[in-house]
């Protein structure tokens, strides 16, 4: 997985309005979750723009409220790859990947990012592009190739996560498909429901003429 640095800065102040002025200067808020598990009454101290989030009566989640801007996460939202992101806070550097994006239904302006803080032995859901690879002999055959699921959720620690799952299509025939269930990657689980079709190769007029005259 590549690696994508950020620059943040701990937001202290929550609420509506600030965050609406926040947008007017062209910077997005966000959040980091998944930090250190503390007991409860916490009794720790807090670093800028941490919170305690209550999970039950005893136990809580660090969570970490951020500012960054527009221009500095342009690259990072605007691309089918994804990324280990380096957020440098606080004067440390906090390993997270960006698991979701909220944007404004008319402008198409980003209103919030959500991020995960990862650790190497913890591991974690993300969505992984699929890349199809080779020559499918339905498609020799005249079939076309069609391809269902562009993302697949792979279960792993972040070090593991492959950039792209790559799909030998080679042996795929006309009218065949491959399903989440005949997808092995080592190292990875799959998520997504085993009867799920990633890619068919799906029957053309002119395959389905060829194969009425072959059968003559």
């Known amino acids: 997985m590549k690696t994508f ?29 998944g930090g250190a598990h503390v007991e409860l009454p916490f009794t720790g101290t807090l670093k ?19 500012v960054v801007t ?26 997270a990947v960006m698991k979701d994006l909220q944007f404004q239904p008319v402008k198409d302006t980003v209103l919030h990012i959500d991020f995960l803080q990862v650790y190497p032995d913890k591991p974690i859901v993300m969505e992984v592009p699929v890349q199809i690879e080779g020559h499918a002999e339905g498609v020799k055959a005249g079939g076309k190739l069609t391809l269902s699921m562009r993302k697949l959720k792979v279960k792993a620690p972040y070090t593991e996560i ?10 795929l025939g006309l009218g065949k498909s491959l399903a989440v269930g005949d997808l092995h990657f080592e190292g990875l ?3 997504n429901a085993k009867n799920a079709v990633v890619c068919a190769v799906q029957l053309t007029r002119a395959a389905r003429g060829a194969m009425a005259k072959a059968a003559e």
Request: aromatic share 2%.
């Open 162 to 171: 492959p950039e792209r799952l790559v799909v030998n299509v080679d042996s």
């Open 189 to 191: 689980e799959l998520v």
């Open 5 to 33: 640095k950020l620059n943040a800065q701990p937001r202290t102040e929550v609420g509506k309005k600030s965050v609406k002025a926040l947008r007017k200067e062209g910077k997005i808020p966000a959040v980091i979750n």
């Open 70 to 95: 527009n221009e500095d996460v342009r690259k990072l939202i605007y691309t089918p790859d994804i990324f280990e992101v380096d957020i440098d806070l606080n004067g440390e550097t906090v390993k």
């Open 48 to 66: 800028p723009g941490q919170k305690v989030v209550e999970l039950d009566e005893k136990r809580g989640i660090i969570t970490t409220d951020i």
